[in-house]
C-alpha cells in the first residue's frame, strides 16, 4: 500500500509560480514512476507530467512543456511539480499518482496509487 499526499495548491495570479509537492509513504519509493494529472471541472483528468523510476526521464504534456518541472528527492520519498507562468487555463484539482509496474506513464489506467489532489487556480 502507497499513500501520497500533495500539497502547495493555492491561489495565484496568471503569470504567477506554484511548487506543488506530493509525499509518498513506502521504502521504496524510488522504485515507482510518479506522474502528476488534473481534472477540471466538467473534464476527464489529464496527464500533466511523469519522472521514470530508473532513469529520472521526464515527460510533460504539450500544454505545460517550458513552464513546468518535476522532480523528485528519493531521500525524502517526495516528487515536486514546480509550475511557472501559470494560466488561467491551467486551474483545476492536481492529483499525483504512484506507477509500480508499467511502463508507460501518459494515462491514468497505468498508475496504481493516488493522492486526494489539491486545488490550483490561476485567476486572470
Known amino acids: 500500500q502507497v499513500q501520497l499526499v500533495e500539497s502547495g495548491g493555492g491561489l495565484v495570479q496568471a503569470g504567477g509560480s506554484l511548487r506543488l509537492s506530493c509525499a509518498a509513504s513506502?521504502?521504496?519509493?524510488?522504485?515507482?514512476?510518479m506522474g502528476w494529472f488534473r481534472q477540471a471541472p466538467g473534464k476527464e483528468r489529464e496527464f500533466v507530467a511523469a519522472?521514470?523510476?530508473?532513469?529520472?526521464?521526464?515527460s510533460y504534456a504539450d500544454s505545460v512543456k517550458g513552464r513546468f518541472t518535476i522532480s523528485r528527492d528519493n531521500a525524502k520519498n517526495t516528487v515536486y511539480l514546480q509550475m511557472n507562468s501559470l494560466k488561467p487555463e491551467d486551474t483545476a484539482i492536481y492529483y499525483c499518482?504512484?506507477?509500480?509496474?508499467?511502463?508507460?506513464?501518459?494515462?491514468?489506467?497505468?498508475?496504481?496509487?493516488w493522492g486526494q489532489g489539491t486545488q490550483v487556480t490561476v485567476s486572470s
Open positions: 499518482a504512484a506507477n509500480l509496474y508499467t511502463m508507460g506513464v501518459m494515462t491514468t489506467d497505468q498508475y496504481d496509487y
Open positions: 513506502g521504502r521504496t519509493f524510488s522504485s515507482y514512476t
Open positions: 519522472i521514470r523510476r530508473s532513469s529520472g526521464y521526464t
